[in-house]
């Protein structure tokens, strides 16, 4: 299995301002996926980062609120911009290895609460 | 429908079998999962089986797929109160790397 971890677990953010979400992987991976869970609800795709090219977008979620990095085959991050109380949520990545059984293992989640 | 569901809610006492159903979207999914998120934890991949099977067992995890239903279940023996969480069903769908969620079912353990 890869071992994934995120940095911060959690953080309180005010109104307007930003939170960027670090996802480190012990093991190479072509795609990373990042997830909004929102309070009491399931999993959300949010976009798929994929090294070396620009991340592709789910349907409500633009660039501009969520933009992504994926410098190597390592690591991601994710930025929550110009927070609003709605973006409350735990954010989680989610890898999938490239020996191909289809499982996914995902980080322990960032837990965001914007006041 | 596009969405996997999940009944909300189950209770069980503590020693019974517990059984988490879900129903699925797409009849050429490839695998189907089951995962399990504590409070306040991510999310941990209990067990999956791929669509050629109909039934996987894994100590006491026994997982049940009807693909003319497009029918998955979750069967816990013996739950023990750290069996207490919420547990998701997730479907792969040809042409897309990620997964999609049901919503979640939270399984209580009675002692």
């Known amino acids: 299995s890869a071992v994934i971890s995120q940095k911060p677990s959690r953080d309180i953010c005010q109104r307007g301002t930003s939170l960027t979400i670090q996802c480190q992987v012990d093991?190479?991976?072509?795609?990373m996926f990042w997830y909004r869970q929102q309070p009491g609800q399931s999993l959300t795709l949010i976009a798929t980062?994929?090294?070396?090219?620009?991340?592709?977008?789910e349907s409500g979620f633009v660039i501009d609120k969520f933009p992504i990095s994926r410098p190597n085959l390592t690591f991601s991050t994710l930025t929550v911009s110009n927070m609003s109380p709605e973006d409350s949520s735990i954010y989680l990545c989610?890898?999938?290895?490239?020996?191909?059984?289809?499982?996914?293992?995902f980080g322990p989640g960032t837990r965001l609460t914007v006041l | 429908g596009e969405d996997v569901e999940q009944s909300l809610f189950l209770s069980v006492r503590e020693g019974d079998s517990s059984v988490i159903n879900c129903t699925y979207t797409?009849?050429?999914?490839?695998?189907l999962y089951w995962y399990k998120q504590e409070p306040g934890a991510g999310l941990q991949l209990l067990t999956y089986?791929?669509?050629?099977?109909d039934m996987k067992q894994d100590q006491r995890l026994t997982v049940l797929l009807n693909k003319k239903d497009k029918h998955l279940s979750l069967r816990i023996a013996d739950t023990q109160t750290g069996d207490s969480a919420i547990y998701f069903c997730?479907?792969?769908?040809?042409?897309?790397?990620?997964?999609?969620f049901g919503t979640g079912t939270r399984l209580t353990v009675i002692p």
């Open positions: 989610s890898v999938d290895p490239p020996y191909g059984r289809g499982e996914q293992f």
């Open positions: 093991s190479q991976v072509t795609m």
């Open positions: 980062a994929n090294q070396g090219s620009e991340a592709t977008y």
């Open positions: 797409d009849s050429s999914s490839t695998y």
């Open positions: 089986i791929f669509s050629n099977m």
């Open positions: 997730a479907e792969s769908r040809p042409g897309a790397n990620n997964l999609f």
